[in-house]
């Protein structure tokens, strides 16, 4: 979600204001516009916050960190990630000396350019709070993955731990039999959050005080069964965190007796034009949900990014959303063998609407599901952490104009040579593209993907699992890292003195 730092601009201002002969360029008397463009800096802090992994005694979760080397950025700076609290142990109050102690988090990150792994097993790791700065923070990433052996939401859970907000969707939870979803919220600052969550379902809003005026205590994180929040069993749900006071991070976990289960991340903004990105090429059904948080209807139009070129999926050229009101369309089989993508666009009147699609991998009793949710672009820069030899798909979708991107393998975790391959992206297609793989890979790697020209790119990563028996599979969108901050350029003007 937003993760622009703005320390930046806030030290800029405080500077003109202290000595008076700083100011912004502004058009002269002549009405020539002499503003200098902004610069662009990395950002100096970069926060996330990863949930808890699982409440299986099975999970064995992997923690991968990486930060992309940043031209021009502080050379000095560290990055750490320590252990939240449960939101029970932060309302105690005092605590022993032995309580008081932080456990180790299992990974400690590293200098830019050097992914760095560790792991842990069962059901007792915490959430993790992490925070970098100067040479660490910009781009930095924390991918978080665990497979479950069995059970509920057996299968591959992954998510990219996310920066600190105050308002996040989430279309594609649910409240029906067989599915047992949670909202994490964690809370990385020194004074409590308080929160709001909201529930939509195919009637609307579901009625709830539960979810109203939620407290989540500060360095603390809780898990919220949604179906404690209201008894109403609903397919296709739509959560909806939004923050009163303070921020924090927000994930949701979906897990399916049948069809195991994984982590459904924030969608990007309500906006009128959508990009769901890297719909798996084998994926056996594939079910579209969505919310238009505003007082108006919306009417899209249904296109998918195909190989060839943007195609109309047979019977679901269009569909409508009800204000208010979350959507489920079943596309089935919809990719039919090659890679895709969702592109939704208004056949009439732009309305704001959020979106994700639930996959569905598998038949019979080795089904996985996983989500992507609407994603923003790929911007400057965007990466990923822990790909694995054999076991990643890069899927790259232009739904506009072609484009060019560079596409870079970090070495490995415990070994290896850094690799770089350039693609270029028809208008109106999405690509699954053989990315590269460092030279010599002992470990895992990291992908950073860079727009090099032409439209707006959008990405996705699919990570499937050891598991040969069932086709356990996680996805992860690629939108910009926020690396790089907008800084208005500033010019001395002794005129100030005189006024």
């Not at 050379?75 to 939101?87: I, M, P, Q, R, V």
């Not at 456990?103 to 925070?131: F, N």
């Not at 289960?261 to 034009?273: M, Q």
């Not at 770089?420 to 053989?434: L, M």
């Amino acid at each position: 979600m937003k993760r622009t730092t703005l320390s930046l601009i806030a030290c800029a201002t405080a500077l003109a204001a202290v000595t008076g002969f700083a100011a912004v360029s502004a058009p002269d008397g002549s009405g020539t516009d002499t503003a200098a463009p902004a610069a662009r800096l990395p950002v100096e802090r970069t926060s996330l916050l990863c949930p808890a992994p699982s409440t299986s005694d099975l999970a064995e979760t992997a923690y991968t960190s990486f930060t992309p080397v940043t031209k021009g950025a502080d050379e000095k700076g560290d990055a750490e990630l320590a252990t939240a609290e449960t939101a029970e142990e932060g309302g105690k109050g005092e605590k022993d000396d032995k309580d008081e102690k932080k456990e180790k988090p299992v990974v400690q990150p590293k200098a830019p350019g050097t992914p760095v792994a560790g792991k842990t097993t069962g059901a007792d790791a915490p959430a993790l709070i992490g925070t970098a700065e100067g040479g660490t923070a910009p781009g930095w990433t924390v991918q978080q993955t665990t497979e479950v052996a069995a059970g509920t939401g057996r299968g591959l859970q992954g998510v990219n731990c996310t920066a600190p907000d105050t308002e996040f969707w989430f279309p594609g939870a649910s409240t029906a039999t067989g599915r047992t979803d949670y909202v994490h919220l964690t809370n990385p600052d020194d004074s409590a959050a308080v929160v709001d969550i909201e529930l939509y379902g195919k009637d609307g809003a579901l009625k709830s005080t539960v979810g109203e005026g939620v407290t989540v205590p500060p360095h603390t994180s809780e898990s919220l069964l949604l179906s404690t929040l209201s008894e109403v069993k609903e397919t296709d749900l739509t959560v909806h965190v939004g923050v009163r006071s303070g921020r924090l991070g927000a994930a949701v976990q979906a897990l399916d007796d049948k069809t195991g289960g994984d982590w459904l991340t924030a969608a990007a903004d309500p906006a009128s034009e959508l990009v769901l990105p890297g719909i798996p090429k084998d994926a056996t059904a594939v079910r579209l949900v969505l919310f238009t948080p505003g007082g108006t209807d919306a009417d899209l139009k249904v296109r998918l990014a195909s190989p060839s070129g943007l195609i109309t999926p047979a019977g679901h050229e269009t569909v409508h959303v009800k204000a208010g009101m979350t959507t489920g369309v079943d596309l089935g089989e919809v990719t039919r063998g090659e890679a895709g993508s969702l592109v939704l666009t208004p056949t009439d009147g732009a309305v704001p609407v959020v979106a994700a699609v639930r996959v569905v991998r598998g038949k019979g009793d080795e089904q996985e599901s996983a989500f992507v949710p609407a994603s923003d672009p790929v911007g400057a820069r965007a990466t990923v952490a822990d790909n694995r030899a054999k076991s990643t798909t890069l899927a790259l979708s232009a739904p506009g104009e072609a484009a060019q991107v560079k596409v870079t393998a970090s070495a490995g975790t415990e070994g290896g040579t850094p690799a770089t391959k350039t693609y270029t992206i028809k208008a109106g297609t999405t690509q699954n593209v053989d990315a590269p793989v460092p030279a010599g890979l002992k470990g895992s790697y990291a992908l950073t993907v860079e727009t090099v020209s032409g439209g707006p790119v959008h990405a996705s990563r699919t990570l499937t699992g050891s598991d040969d028996d069932v086709a356990a599979f996680t996805v992860q969108t690629l939108p910009d890292d926020r690396g790089m901050v907008s800084v208005p350029n500033a010019d001395e003007d002794l005129s100030v003195l005189q006024k």
